[in-house]
Structures are given as C-alpha cells and as structure tokens.
C-alpha cells in the first residue's frame, strides 16, 4: 500500500487491493501464509496480569509510568509512535530509541518498561513478556504472502500448487518459534525452514 500510494484498510481489503494493484505490474499476489507481522507493544506479563492489561486501550491508563525502548524508525515516522499516541492517548515517562536487538535485553536488565516489538519476534519466545492487542486496528496489516510474476507461472505452473500449501500455515507463534531458533540458537535460516516443512508434512528428508 506505501508503494503504490494507497490507504490500507483491514487485512482482507489490503489483500484484495494488493492483489488488484499488483496485477496491473503482471504480478500475482497468492493468499497469506496466516502470519502478521505488524508493531506491537510487549511489557513483563506479571506486570501486564498484576494491572489486567491486555489491550493497547487498558495501556493507555498506565502509560505514564512506563518508559518506552523503541526502534528508532518506529519513533520517527508519523504512522509510528506520534500517530500511535495520538490514537491511543498515550503518554509515556521517557522514550528511549535503540537499535532493535538492544530492546529486549535493555526490559530484561529493567531498564525500560516496555517494548515497541514485532508480533514475530523470536525473543517473544524467550522472554516472559505479553504482547499486547491493537483494538483500534491503528497499525495496518503486515501479513506475508508470495508474489510470483505472471510470466513466470507460466513457464512453471506447479509454483502455485507448492505455494498455495502454505496458505494459512504459519501463525504468529510459529513464526516466533522459527525465528528463535535463528536469533536466540544460532540455527541455519535453511534448516529452521526445513525442519517446518518436515514437521508440517509438506517434504520428506532422505
């Protein structure tokens, strides 16, 4: 939607108007792999389960004292962090921008209170942290899904049948998971998807 200059709406209106779009580039957009990968807030779930958080709204009541660590981009941008405290009525104690890698060692050692993170992340998996819910739908959709060039379908039609196995097959947690095995153990990117596929019944390994 940022490419082609459009609004986007809910995930199935951004899919349809991707899909339209992309078309008229000889491009054809498939269906999700059922992931969104989309901004997110993270605080210490005994925290969040002391205060019952669970929403952005019920955030918004205790935002003052909490201090924020931040991707700087996320700070910045208007559809970032000033949008989102517009829409949320938020007002944090500080803000502090650092890279992403930094942000969730910096609410281990307590150093901020909670975290812009992406719903995907695999430290997710390794912190006890809660990962709250946008109920006003303030960041857009980020679902993953292939693009595959209308010529190139052609010349190899059984692209879309192995791609359209994907179709709604990794969630958020799963993704989590995958990217936990690269970011926090160390794993090989194509072993880590291998293995999905294996476990998911979709390849077999000799």
């Known amino acids: 939607m940022t490419y082609y200059h459009e609004e986007p709406g809910t ?6 108007a991707t899909r339209r779009l992309v ?14 990968n989309t901004y997110t807030l993270a605080l ?3 925290k969040a389960e002391e205060l019952g958080i669970v929403t952005f709204s019920d955030f918004a009541a205790y935002s003052e004292d909490f201090t924020l660590g931040a991707v700087f981009e996320f700070i910045d941008r208007p ?10 009525g938020l007002e944090f104690k500080d803000v ?3 890279d992403h890698g930094i942000m969730y060692r910096s609410i281990n050692a307590g150093e901020v209170d909670v975290i812009n993170s992406y719903t995907t992340d695999g430290q997710l998996q390794e912190f006890d ?9 303030y960041f857009p959709p980020y679902h993953a899904l292939p693009l595959v060039r209308e010529e190139t379908l052609k010349e190899y039609p059984e692209i879309e049948e192995i791609l359209k196995q994907l179709e709604g097959m990794i969630d958020e947690e799963a993704m989590q998971k995958m990217n936990a095995k690269v970011d926090n153990d160390g794993m090989m990117v194509e072993r880590v ?5 294996v476990e998911s019944g979709l390849i077999e390994v000799e």
């Open 11 to 16: 995930a199935d209106e951004t899919l349809e």
């Open 23 to 36: 078309a008229e580039d000889g491009i054809i957009a498939f269906n999700t792999f059922g992931f969104n």
């Open 44 to 46: 210490d779930e005994s």
């Open 79 to 88: 559809d970032g962090l000033p949008g989102f405290k517009k829409e949320y």
């Open 96 to 98: 502090k921008g650092m």
């Open 129 to 137: 942290l809660r990962v709250l819910e946008d109920d006003k739908s």
């Open 193 to 197: 998807a291998e293995e999905f596929l």
